[in-house]
Structure formats: structure tokens, C-alpha cells
């Protein structure tokens, strides 16, 4: 990730970003009045995520760019800084002027928004941005602690994109797990598990799944305990690493984008990393049940009886309903060695959840009001949008199996159905499920988003995890 530097005087050799608001913009000298001229003359300049470029030739600094914030709250904040970094070549040195007014909120959405917009899908060794930024402040000290919360959201998010984005010729559980093993040593304070072959016995939902792949499943358990935590929070994360459907096979549009179906992981074990940099006084359990849904004589199929973790049956109906058998097996592990107070699951679950919600916004549905709220505000907060949808019981009779206690696969609505499988594995405490199969993907570039993985889910858990222990 490019460098983000505080520092508390303008430079000429490089371009300014000067955010504009309701409010008259701030440049230093005779900049200043030049630039609030031009952009009073410009009616969409303080639009949230608009960029204007005031080019100054022969003069100094060589390029200016007007920078949207909108409202000035954090959002239009994150907007100007990804909008901003899109606007710049790769090698321009940014310098944004911030308001001697402006807040932490500022800081941390401006920070985010340039870090998440200069994302690009990259090996080890080819960073995409050179060229630093700065940012320009009257004192560096209140704004620190604001940066670091940007940069460790950032990173993570980085992590869970590129993960997401690698190829599944390369992405195996196996390699899943590697990665999440050599993420986890490169921190303090974290433990990893990785389960595999004997050790999934009980495991029945991974194994069905799993058994049609030449690379074999994994169980990987990232655990975050800081003394004194009182609080336990498991995070699970659907990891298929590719989703053919399986023998219920998907048709060629349907599979293209499936090397995605492992966000829900990716984001989980993300946000767990980033508990630990940021050394949050909660204790977190990342669970990544890892398969791969492939199509051979070893896969399962329709009409087999599926022994969960918790020794309940489910009949697979369709074997593209893969993730939900999954998650049962984490949920029922989570709930039987565990001992949580908070469980969360998110997964790139059904195509139906852009059907209700359209491409940004992911279903939340918990039994749990105040869980839900909660939920919702720290997406709103961080830039991911969910809406809660009802466990509708209604449905539950769908669920009725002639030779199990469920069927995998049961009609109607098709994320309600989900997410009223799931619910048969909550045990005590505190549930929510999302899922965020839309959400999960970017068609294009758009603002904080580049084209492909998003890794939804790991800036809301972040938020939501910070908020958990401050009191909130
Ligand atoms: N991974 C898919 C869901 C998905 C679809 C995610 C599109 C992202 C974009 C999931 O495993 C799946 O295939 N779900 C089925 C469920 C059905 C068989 C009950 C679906 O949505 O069609
Ligand atoms: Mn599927
Ligand atoms: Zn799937």
C-alpha cells in the first residue's frame, strides 16, 4: 500500500487537492483566492466525489484539483480521496489541503478513500501507486490516531480484495489456509488452526462439498485474545474457493465471477487481523470452513443425507446450495467449543440477494434488534450498506425433509430460505447473518471501489468490533 504522510506545510512541486464543501475552499496565498473564484463559477464542484482540474500552467503548484466533499461528513470525505486518486497518474505526488476545521472524520474517510480508490488486484511485488501522499494539516498530533484506524481498514480491506481476486487455479483451501497462516505470523498475539483430512471427521457439510475437488478442504480458525477481553465474538466466513453448482452444475454466466464465493472468508479473517493491529479488548474467532465446489464422480449429489457437526442431517436438494451446508458445520462448531456471546456469518450466499437489493447493498437478518441496528450503523459508517430482511416463518414448513431433519435446498424466497437453514444452528446469545453475495463484486470502478472484489464485510466488522468495546 502507497504511503499516506502527515505533514503541516504545503509543498509547490506537487498538486494540490483542494476539497471543496458548502463553504469557501482554503488554499495558502494568492492560490486561494484564485481557486475560490474559479470554483465559485463551478456549480457542481462540491459535489461528493467530483474532481475538477484547474490546470495553472508556467505557474506554481503545477496542477490543482477541486475536490468534492459534499456534505463534508465522513462520506463525502471518502469520496474526494478515492475520486482524488483516480484523478492522479500513478507516480503525481498528492497533496490535499485539509481545512484547519476539518476533524478526525475527515481524516480517517479522506485517508480511506484515497487508499481504497488506489486499490488495484496486484502480485507481491508490483505496488500500483509510487507516488506518495500527503496530506497537509495544521497539527499532526490529533489526526494520528485517525490515520492509523484508515490504514489498518485499508490494509485489510486490501487483503480480503486481493484474496478474493486471485484466481482459483491458485486460490485452493490448502492455499487459502497458507495465506492465512503467514498473515496471521507476520502479527502478534494470533493463533491460527488449520483442520484437514482426519481432523473434519465430524465436519460432514465441508467433506460432502469438498469431496468433488482434487485440492480437499480446510477448517481455518484464526483466533484473537487479548487479555482481560470479556466479550467473544465468532466471525464465519463462507470459503468456496470456486462454485461450479457442483452435479446441480450453474450454466457459463452463472459461474464466471464464482471464484468470488470465498469474500464471506476472506472478510472475517480480515477483520480478525485487523482487531489484532489495531488491538481491540475483544476477543474474535474467525472460522473459514474452505471447499471447493467442483463437478466429478467424487462430488455429492442430490438425494444425499448430509451428518452436520452437530449430528442434525440435512438431504441436498441441489448441490449449488453449497454454502449454507458449510456454514451449519462452522455454526455448530462455533456454538459447541466455543462458547461465543456474538456469532456473525457472512456469505456470498445467493444470487437472490441482488434480486431484492440491487448490486451495493447485502441482506441482514438476525432475531436480535439492537444486534441488527448496531450492524447496520457501522456499515453506514464504513461505506457498506445492508438492509435487514425478515426470518420469515412463514417458510419454515419448506424446510421438512422425508429422510433428514432438513433439506438443503427448500423453495421460496431464496436469501429468506438461507438464511432460515442457518437459523436452525443458532444456539445462545447473539446471531446475525449477512448476505452479502452482491455487494461482494464491483462491475467497474466507483469511487472507494475498483473493479472487482470489494471485500464487503471487512470494513463494517471493523467498525462494528471498535464500536463493540468503546461502548456504543
Ligand atoms: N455462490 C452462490 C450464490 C451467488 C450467486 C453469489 C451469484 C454471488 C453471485 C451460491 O452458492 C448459490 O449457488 N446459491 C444458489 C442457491 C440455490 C441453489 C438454492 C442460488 O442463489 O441460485
Ligand atoms: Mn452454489
Ligand atoms: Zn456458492
Do not use: C
Request: aromatic content about 6%; glycine content about 12%.
Amino acid at each position: 500500500m502507497f504511503a499516506i504522510r502527515l505533514t503541516e506545510t504545503p509543498d509547490d512541486a506537487a498538486t494540490w487537492v483542494v476539497p471543496v464543501g458548502s463553504g469557501e475552499p482554503q488554499a495558502p496565498g494568492d492560490v486561494g483566492a484564485e481557486v475560490a473564484a474559479l470554483a465559485a463559477g463551478i456549480a457542481e464542484a462540491g459535489q461528493a466525489g467530483h474532481i475538477e482540474p484547474l490546470p495553472r500552467p508556467l505557474r506554481s503548484p503545477a496542477r490543482v484539483l477541486l475536490a468534492g466533499i459534499g456534505d463534508g461528513d465522513e462520506a463525502g470525505w471518502r469520496a474526494a480521496g478515492a475520486a482524488a486518486v483516480r484523478a492522479a497518474a500513478g507516480d503525481e505526488t498528492l497533496e490535499v489541503l485539509l481545512p484547519a476545521d476539518a476533524g478526525q472524520a475527515a481524516l480517517r474517510g479522506l485517508a480511506e478513500g484515497l487508499w481504497l480508490g488506489g486499490y488495484r488486484y496486484r502480485d507481491a511485488t508490483l505496488a500500483a501507486r509510487s507516488g506518495e501522499v500527503r496530506v497537509i494539516v495544521s497539527t499532526i498530533e490529533g489526526y494520528a490516531e485517525s490515520l492509523t484506524d484508515a490504514r489498518v481498514t485499508a490494509e485489510t480491506t486490501w487483503l480480503a480484495r486481493d484474496l478474493t481476486n486471485t484466481p482459483s487455479s491458485v486460490k485452493n483451501p490448502a492455499w487459502f489456509a497458507d495465506q492465512v497462516v503467514a498473515e496471521a505470523a507476520g502479527r502478534t498475539g494470533l493463533t491460527v488452526t488449520v483442520r484437514a483430512g482426519d481432523d473434519l471427521l465430524r465436519f460432514g457439510g465441508l467433506r460432502a462439498v469438498g469431496g468433488g475437488s482434487a485440492t480437499p478442504p480446510r477448517f481455518v480458525e484464526v483466533s484473537w485474545q487479548p487479555p482481560g477481553a470479556t466479550t467473544h465474538v465468532v466471525l464465519v466466513g463462507k470459503g468456496i474457493t470456486f462454485d461450479t453448482g457442483g452435479i446441480s452444475i450453474k450454466s457459463r454466466e452463472g459461474m464466471k465471477l464464482m471464484k468470488k464465493d470465498m469474500g464471506g472468508a476472506a472478510a472475517v479473517v480480515a477483520a480478525t487481523l485487523g482487531a489484532a493491529d489495531l488491538n481491540l479488548p475483544v476477543r474474535v474467532t474467525a472460522l473459514a470452513p474452505l471447499a471447493e465446489n467442483a463437478v466429478s464422480g467424487s462430488a455429492f449429489r442430490p438425494g444425499d443425507v448430509i451428518t452436520h457437526y452437530d449430528g442434525s442431517t440435512s438431504e441436498n436438494t441441489n448441490s449449488d446450495a453449497e454454502g449454507r451446508i458449510v456454514l451449519a458445520d462452522a455454526l455448530a462448531y462455533a456454538y459447541e467449543q466455543l462458547n461465543p456471546d456474538i456469532v456473525l456469518d457472512l456469505a456470498t450466499l445467493t444470487g437472490a440477494n441482488a434480486v431484492a437489493l440491487g448490486k451495493r447493498t447485502a441482506a441482514l437478518y438476525s432475531p436480535d434488534d439492537d444486534l441488527a441496528r448496531a450492524l447496520t450503523e457501522a456499515g453506514a459508517a464504513a461505506g457498506e450498506k445492508m438492509w435487514r430482511l425478515p426470518l420469515a416463518d412463514d417458510y419454515v414448513e419448506n424446510l421438512r425433509s422425508d429422510i433428514a431433519d432438513r433439506v438443503s435446498a427448500p423453495s421460496g424466497p431464496g436469501s429468506v430460505m438461507a438464511a432460515l437453514f442457518l437459523r436452525d444452528f443458532f444456539g445462545d446469545g447473539r446471531w446475525a447473518h449477512l448476505d452479502m453475495s452482491a455487494p461482494s463484486w464491483a462491475e467497474a470502478d466507483d469511487l472507494d471501489l475498483s473493479k472487482g472484489a470489494t471485500g464487503w464485510g471487512t470494513r463494517t466488522l471493523l467498525r462494528w468490533l471498535s464500536a463493540l468495546h468503546s461502548g456504543q
